[in-house]
C-alpha cells in the first residue's frame, strides 16, 4: 500500500524517527531488553538517564550511566549534562545507546536496595561473560552455579544439564576443548542442584562478592604511551589511575588520595601528585581521547571522595538522598511525582514510553515516585531497602541469557 504525500521506507529491520523537536532513542538494558523514549533533542544524557531509572524504578542512579560506541568502535559514556542527540551524530557509530554500570563499589554491601542489587548485578555477569573480568576455569564454575540459580530458580523446575547447554555459562570462545566444557557444564549442574532452595537475590549476592574480589573488578583502559614512549595500558579503577605494561613490569597505581588534579593537553592526559612537583604525563590516541580519559577519571575522582566520606547516599526519613551522576557534585536530585505513560522533562521537552510515568518538575520525596509505574507506590516505599519491583516478581522465564557477541566483545574497553 502507497504511503502519503508519496513517502518511502527504506527496506531496514529499524527505524528511528526523528524530527526537528523530537528524537525516539533506543536504549539496551543490561538484561538485554529494548526500550525506547521520546526525547526532545536538546534532552540531556542525565534526562533520559533518568527516564530509564523510571522505567527500572530504580533509585540509586548515580552508580549507573550511559554509553555508546564511537565511530573508532569504543565505548564511550555519555556526558550525562550535554544533549544526547549532539554526541550521539558526532560521535557515534549508531543510534543505540547502552545502560550500565559506571561506578564500582568496593563493596557491594553498601547498596541500598534489592533493585540497585539486581542491576549491579546483571552488569557483572556480562563482565565476566565478556572477557573483561578474567577468571579460572573453577571460579566460572562456582558463577555459573549461582548465576543459574539467580535466573531461573531451583534445580527440580527443569532437567539438569541439558537444560544448562541451551544457554552461556561460561565466558565466550574461552573452553575451546568440548570435553572440558562438557566437564565443567556437569559441574555447575551439580552445584546448581546443591543451591536449590536458595532465593534469587542472596545468589546474586553471592555471585557479587565473588566477583568483587576478582581481578579487573571495576576497571576501564585504554592504549596509551609512557613519557618515555613505551606502549601502556592506562585505566581507572577503585584504587586510582593504574598503568599496565606489556612487558610484564608490575601495573603501577596512582592512589585517588595522591592525586590533587588531573588535566590534558591536545593527546596528552596528565597526574598532578600530591608529592611531586612535577606532573606525570601520558599520550594518548588523540585530542577526543585525552579529553575523554580526563572527564571520566575526574568524574570517578569525585566519586571516590564522596563514597569515602559515607556521603553518597544519605538516609533520612524521607529516603536516600544521593549526589548527582552528572558531576557528583551537584545538589540532591529531586523527583516529581508519578503519573501517566508520558511525561514532561525539566527542559520542557516531552517524552514516553511503555510502561513509565512522568518525569515532572522537581518536588520532595513525599510524593509519589516517579521510578514506578504504579502511583500508589510512593516515594518512601520505594526507598525502602527491602522493597522489590514489580518486573522481578516474574523474572524465572524459559529464554536464553542475553546473546555474548564476539563483535561486542572485540569493541568493549580492555
Not at 524530527?19 to 538485554?32: A, D, H, M, P, W
Request: proline content about 6%; glycine content about 6%; hydrophobic content about 30%.
Amino acid at each position: 500500500m502507497p504511503l502519503p504525500f508519496g513517502l518511502k521506507l527504506k527496506r531496514t529491520r529499524r527505524y528511528t524517527v526523528s524530527s526537528k523537536s523530537c528524537l525516539v532513542t533506543r536504549i539496551q538494558l543490561l538484561n538485554g531488553e529494548f526500550v525506547e523514549f521520546t526525547l526532545s533533542v536538546e534532552s540531556t544524557g542525565q534526562e533520559c538517564l533518568e527516564a530509564v531509572a523510571q522505567r527500572l524504578e530504580l533509585r540509586e542512579i548515580t552508580y549507573f550511566s550511559l554509553w555508546y560506541f564511537n565511530k573508532q568502535n569504543q565505548q564511550r559514556w555519555i556526558d550525562l549534562e550535554k544533549p544526547l542527540k549532539k554526541q550521539l551524530d558526532k560521535y557515534g557509530l549508531e543510534p543505540t545507546v547502552y545502560f550500565g554500570v559506571v561506578f564500582y563499589v568496593p563493596t557491594v554491601g553498601q547498596l541500598q536496595q534489592e533493585i540497585t542489587r539486581y542491576q549491579y548485578y546483571l552488569q557483572l555477569k556480562k563482565d565476566v561473560l565478556e572477557g573483561r573480568i578474567p577468571c579460572s576455569i573453577e571460579q566460572a564454575i562456582r558463577l555459573a552455579g549461582l548465576a543459574v540459580q539467580a535466573d531461573f530458580g531451583d534445580f527440580n523446575r527443569y532437567d539438569s544439564q541439558e537444560f544448562l547447554q541451551k544457554f552461556v555459562l561460561f565466558p565466550i570462545g574461552w573452553i575451546q576443548d568440548e570435553r572440558v566444557l562438557e566437564e565443567a557444564t556437569q559441574k555447575v549442574a551439580v552445584l546448581y542442584q546443591n543451591y536449590r532452595g536458595l532465593p534469587a537475590p542472596e545468589a546474586e549476592m553471592l555471585y557479587m562478592q565473588e566477583v568483587e574480589k576478582m581481578e579487573g573488578y571495576g576497571q576501564e583502559s585504554t592504549p596509551a604511551k609512557d613519557s618515555q614512549g613505551t606502549d601502556i595500558l592506562l585505566g581507572a579503577c577503585l584504587d586510582g589511575i593504574f598503568v599496565k605494561h606489556k612487558n610484564g613490569r608490575p601495573p603501577l597505581v596512582f592512589k585517588w588520595n595522591e592525586i590533587n588534579n588531573m588535566t590534558h593537553n591536545k593527546s596528552f592526559f596528565a597526574l598532578e601528585l600530591t608529592n611531586k612537583e612535577e606532573s606525570v604525563q601520558f599520550q594518548t590516541e588523540d585530542l577526543e581521547t585525552s579529553k575523554y580519559v580526563c572527564r571520566m577519571c575526574l568524574a570517578r575522582h569525585k566519586f571516590y571522595k564522596i563514597n569515602k566520606s559515607n556521603n553518597l547516599y544519605m538516609n533520612s526519613q524521607h529516603g536516600y538522598y544521593y549526589h548527582s551522576q552528572t558531576s557528583l557534585d551537584r545538589s540532591p536530585l529531586e523527583y516529581g511525582n508519578s503519573g501517566g505513560g508520558n511525561g514532561r522533562l525539566r527542559n520542557g521537552s516531552v517524552y514516553s514510553a511503555h510502561s513509565t510515568s512522568s518525569l515532572t518538575n522537581p518536588q520532595h520525596y513525599m510524593q509519589p515516585s516517579p521510578m514506578s509505574s504504579n502511583p500508589s507506590i510512593t516515594g518512601s516505599d520505594i526507598t525502602r531497602p527491602d522493597y522489590v519491583p514489580s518486573h522481578r516478581h516474574n523474572r524465572f522465564t524459559m529464554t536464553p541469557w542475553p546473546p555474548v557477541t564476539e563483535r561486542n566483545v572485540a569493541r568493549r574497553p580492555q
